[in-house]
């Protein structure tokens, strides 16, 4: 036990520590480790369950026609969600046309160009509309977007461009939030060093701030874009779903989500096992979606952090090899 | 730029040992002057942080800035290629002048006067992102040049003036953050120099660097001044004699005495520049 305390000339033995407040220290130590042992189970466990859950639900139901077909009349069996999920990517892919490029130039905005006290007031308004209910998103956007004469905006209808506009309008302050936070972890030197080359300050906002923060802002639209993936009451109110392929932006259109809340609402079996199977879909939608962007981007950091490796480990070798040369 | 312009120069003749001009140059034909600062005071808020400098810095050659800590040397250092502007409140009067041309004219866009005043900082910054080849081109390439074989040339002669071509030649596309700290200066260095500007501000370049490090950057420093103006604020009275061939002594804000090196560490003519060198202060 002695052999870990440091060999000092003159210990003073006032600092020595008895056996039993060793013993006491490590079992502290030993019950904060599975504590976080256990906080880490608790967060994995309802991704498994959920996971799993939904494949012994949903599973039994998939097959080719139901990525293929739209549904079956009522009473039959069969048919499947190829409007959902087609709807579903449509809707998902004009809300992230809008809303990516606002959120990010927003955030740049933000961090690099706007007054403290301006920026401020826009990350609290930001934060509001972060804890907005999405009902109350879209009873807002039914007024806006869809209620006849309720503003110069309005379809007067329901449409895939209102329910489009509106996951936007949730995406935005979603992505401006996570998008500012990691652009102002990126290193003042940085700005300074290119601002002292003569560059351009847009330029070296976009290729070089922008740029360090790409993985971290990339993290925050996916998580909006999942976000969105999965809301369903400003849906409800904007695009209201549709048993088959819309006939266009002016028109209602379905969507996973009403689908599944359809689905699940309605008295038949056939439509209950649907639902799981459309809620097991949403899930490997959205999961892949994230995967397959992570690994786009992936490779080029991996060979960053591998080659920083060998000086990162013994910072005194490459000095020495610098020197030598 | 012509050598025999007849501007008044500040008690300036070259010294002999560490300049890279021949050694007998006549102390008649004073060097051009590359970088003159007429009364000039800074202001962070009411902070008055450089009261009333007045500098004339002689063209390829070294000018040291030594002082203590929040003397104003680094503040008058930034104020050279307008990076103070960047610092909220900070407010600047009087004239600074490159090769007779005032960098504070109202029409005058500070981004040009950073491309032909480069910096060093500190803290070395390779661009994290960027390989090193394209860390060293980086100021070419976002100023519009696409010209391949131009930004080659021009990188490897940057690297080479940096003395890290040879420890990079082999590893141009690896990322700019592997090397090592004293490399990564190097890098920064070559950086600066790849966009060809006349004057290179140095702010206590070594100071986060080893010895050996240090040395290859100062001696890299020596080399530099044979194509380009350097003015560089340092802590370490040793460097400013290793490296400088005349320094400024900042104290409270204060441009106290502005000499060739030798004579300013040797024969100091004012009485706090005599108490700072010799270590009596305070």
Partial sequence: ????????????????????????????????????????????????????????????????????????????????????????????????????????????????????????????????????????????????????????????????????????????????????????????????AGLALGIAKWKISLHIVAKTAFRGILTGVLLAVARISGETAPLLFTALGNNDWGRGLGEPIAALPLQIYAYAISPYDDWHRQAWAAALVLLLVVLTMNLSLRFLTRERIVKVARRQLPTDVPPAAPVAQAHAG | MSAETP?????????????????????????????????????????????????????????????????GKSTFLRCLNRMHELTPGARMTGSITLDGENLYAPEIDPTVVRRRVGMIFQKSNPFPTLSIGDNVTVGLKLNGIRDRAFLRERMEDA??????????????????????????????????????????????PTSALDPIATLKVEGLIHDLAKNFTIIIVTHSMQQATRVSDQTAFFYLGRMVEFAPTTELFNNPKQKETEAYISGRFG
Avoid at chain 1, 103 to 116: F, H, K, M, N, S
Avoid at chain 1, 165 to 181: G, N, S, Y
Avoid at chain 2, 175 to 197: D, F, Y
């Fill in chain 1, 1 to 192: 036990m002695t052999a870990l305390v440091p060999a000092a000339p003159a210990f003073d033995p006032r600092l020595r520590v008895s056996d039993g407040v060793r013993r006491w220290r490590n079992l502290k130590s030993g019950l904060v480790s599975a504590l976080c042992v256990l906080g880490a189970v608790v967060v994995v466990t309802p991704l498994a369950l959920v996971f799993g859950y939904l494949v012994f639900k949903g599973a039994g139901s998939l097959n080719w026609d139901f990525f293929t077909k739209t549904p079956a009349p009522v009473g039959e069996t069969g048919g499947g969600i190829a409007h959902a999920i087609g709807g579903t990517f449509l809707l998902i892919g004009m809300a992230s046309l809008v809303g990516i490029p606002v959120g990010v130039l927003g955030a740049i905005y933000l961090t690099e160009y706007a007054r403290p006290a301006f920026a401020a007031r826009v990350r609290f308004a930001a934060d509001v509309l972060n804890g907005v209910p999405s009902i109350v998103w879209g009873i807002v956007a039914y007024g806006i977007f869809v209620l006849p004469g309720g503003s110069p905006l309005s379809l007067g209808k329901f449409s895939a461009l209102a329910g489009a506009a509106t996951l936007a309008f949730i995406m935005i302050p979603l992505i401006v939030r996570t998008a500012e936070e990691v652009l102002l972890l990126v290193p003042n030197g940085y700005r300074e």
């Fill in chain 2, 7 to 71: 501007r008044p120069v500040v008690a300036v003749r070259m010294p002999s040992a560490p300049s890279s001009a021949p050694a007998d140059v006549a102390p008649t034909n004073p060097p051009a002057v590359a970088v003159s600062a007429r009364d000039v005071n800074i202001f962070y808020g009411a902070k008055h942080a450089v009261i009333d400098a007045t500098l004339d810095i002689p063209a390829r050659s070294v000018t040291a800035i030594i002082g203590p800590s929040g003397c």
């Fill in chain 2, 159 to 204: 690297l080479r003036k940096a003395a890290l071509w040879d420890e990079v030649k082999d590893d141009l596309s690896k990322p700019g953050n592997s090397l090592s700290g004293g490399q990564q200066q190097r890098l920064c260095i070559a950086r600066a120099v790849a966009v060809q500007p006349e004057v290179l501000l140095m702010d206590e």
